[in-house]
């Protein structure tokens, strides 16, 4: 028993791999005739010649088929008229012969039957158009004392299979008269002397003498032979020509198509920078036109890239001069600026404003020409890249300096979410530094007195950080403008920062130049974010962010997230402890939580198969770090605890049951009330 168990639970398991072998094999088969029919429709959609060829074969095969058909009907209706008139006039000369045989005119005896036969052997096919026979007499005088349905010649078996409905029409043409007699045709099917199965043809039956009928049965083989033949001829002709037509029309497009490819490509090298191609002109037909009026474009904008090259040039090296020649003037100003400002509590009231007014529009033209001079070296392709192996986690905290001053003045502050481990990547720290001090003064300047939040995020490849503010957003076609440079959303608008309007111009080379993106988003009224991703290598692709571009929607409950949690991540400004009394302003490290924001990662491989180039976003139990900057009082942010805040150990759960550091960090309250 238990043999017969195992032999049958393995037959069941070679049963179910036998299935599971086969669907898979029907599975392989459709998704490889799905990938040729989407190879082919591809190639049918970028190909013209192939859509004309196709077209020509198509139509061609539709117009041969419908000009065949109608020939066929006219030459099958001749064939089939042709063998009627001959059938007719063999029956109408054999009826000439039975009614000048004589011995069926007289009256019916023991002889008459004899004499039945010997006109049947008389008539019957001796070559050419084949033929069956039967002499009969009418039904009414098939009996005494003739004692005979008739003698027939060529049909299958004694008696011939008249149908009635023939003998009838030739009963009433007989009561008719002599004078009536004519041939009844038939198209039906009999059996010949070849064979019991039918064959079809056209069957004659016409009266004559003193009660008596002759019969004809032409098949129509020979007829059929013909018309099969003619099909088969069409068939293949017709084939032939819609081929002969589609290689036709293959040649002609080609002709055409080949310039226009040429074009093609010769428009595509041009805008790669080759402007001294031309296309051969050959001929003065269409094409010929084409190709002249495709060189005479490419001349002039040859013309036009070197007038407007020369014209660049003189710019980028007046603006360099400028500025070079403005920083002699400029230092001697500043000279005595400094030495104004410095004893403008000596003078009155309306002179040291002057003095405070002019040393503040004195930085403000030193950033600028230092902003001019790294727009002309950008300009020049003459500015290089300092990379080392840097946190990024740390430079986020430390260029939040002067974004904090203006901040503190407007009563907000700047809230940073960053993962619990080190954001290790090559980067210039000079730039990137530049770039962040840039996105945090705008989001702080456009914020509307609310708060900010930065995020940082990384994976196998990229490192991003995105900084969210809640002003007044962008309008739709923005995202690019913004990065123009001296462009301004609202030009009324005061710059309370003294921005020179070429910070996010600076910044977008500036991440080019790590071959990285500096990508923005906005709604208006619900604030903006801008979104910068670097490689993790020098030279890096980049596949993907980890971070999104548009903030997503939280919603209470998700992922053991509660109500408070949810307005620490959601509401900007709630996330922050308490700032710690006295020392060096330090980031604190208010809390480690777990966001309900999705981190994003791309899967290189996963992006390298599927040509996909959007990030995809991964489950969203991320650990990171909120830390909030305290109000400045007088000096700028100090760099010595940042790398420690940031710092991280493995993840583990707190006393409160949410995660913490391994290391026992202490939360803001705690750190606050031990202070």
Known sequence: MKGAAAAEGASYRNLLAWQRRAALSRSAAVTRSRRWFWRVAERYRHSLQLRVVSATLILSAVVVTGLGYILMQHLVAGIYANMQQTSLSIANAGLNTAQTSGPLDGPRNSSTRGVMWSLAESLKSTGGTPYAIDVAPLPKFQGAPIYSTGDAIDFYGSKAKIPVALTNDVVAEWNKGAAAERPWREWTSMAMASGPRPVPGLLIGVPFGSGFALYYFFPLAAAEQTVASIQQSLLVAGIVVVFLLAAIAWLVTRWVVIPVRMAAQGARRLSAGELNLRMEVRGSDELAALATSFNDMAASLQEKLAELEDLSQVQRQFVSDVSHELRTPLTTIRIASDV???????????????????????????????DLLEISRYDANAATLDAEPVDLCGIVLQSADVAQQLAERRGTKIEFRVPAEPCIAEIDRRRVERILRNLLLNA????????????????????????????????????????????????????????????????????????????????????????????????GDLHGSPLPLSPLPLSAGDDGIDTAQLAALSEPGLA????????????????????????????????????????????????????????????????????????????????????????????????????
């Open 576 to 675: 922050g402890g308490d700032p710690l009394a006295g020392g060096l302003h330090q980031p604190v490290v208010t809390d480690l939580m777990v966001t309900t924001e999705p981190m994003v990662a791309m899967d290189p491989l996963m992006a390298t198969e599927s040509g996909a180039t959007d990030p995809v976003v991964t489950e969203p139990a991320v650990t990171e770090l909120t830390v909030t900057l305290p109000p400045l009082a007088d000096a700028a942010l100090a760099n010595t605890g940042a790398a420690d805040a940031v710092a991280a150990g493995p993840a583990g759960p707190g006393p409160d049951g949410r995660a913490r550091r391994a290391d026992s960090q202490p939360a803001a309250s705690e750190v606050a009330a031990s202070g």
């Open 340 to 370: 104004l400002y410095g004893s403008r509590e000596d003078m009155g009231q309306a002179a040291a404003r002057s003095a405070e007014l002019m040393q503040g529009q004195l930085e403000r033209f030193e950033s600028l020409l230092t």
């Open 444 to 539: 702080v300047e456009h914020g509307e007195d609310k708060d900010t939040v930065v995020t940082v995020g990384m994976d196998s490849a990229t490192v991003a950080v995105s900084v969210r503010d809640f002003g007044v957003g962008l309008r739709p076609g923005e995202e690019q403008l913004v990065f123009d440079r001296f462009w301004r959303a609202d030009p009324a608008r005061a710059r309370t920062s003294g921005g020179t309007g070429l910070g996010l111009a600076i910044a977008l080379e500036d991440a080019r130049l790590h071959g990285g993106w500096l990508e923005a988003w906005g709604e208006r009224g619900h604030g903006s974010v801008f979104r910068l991703t670097l490689p993790r290598t020098v030279g």
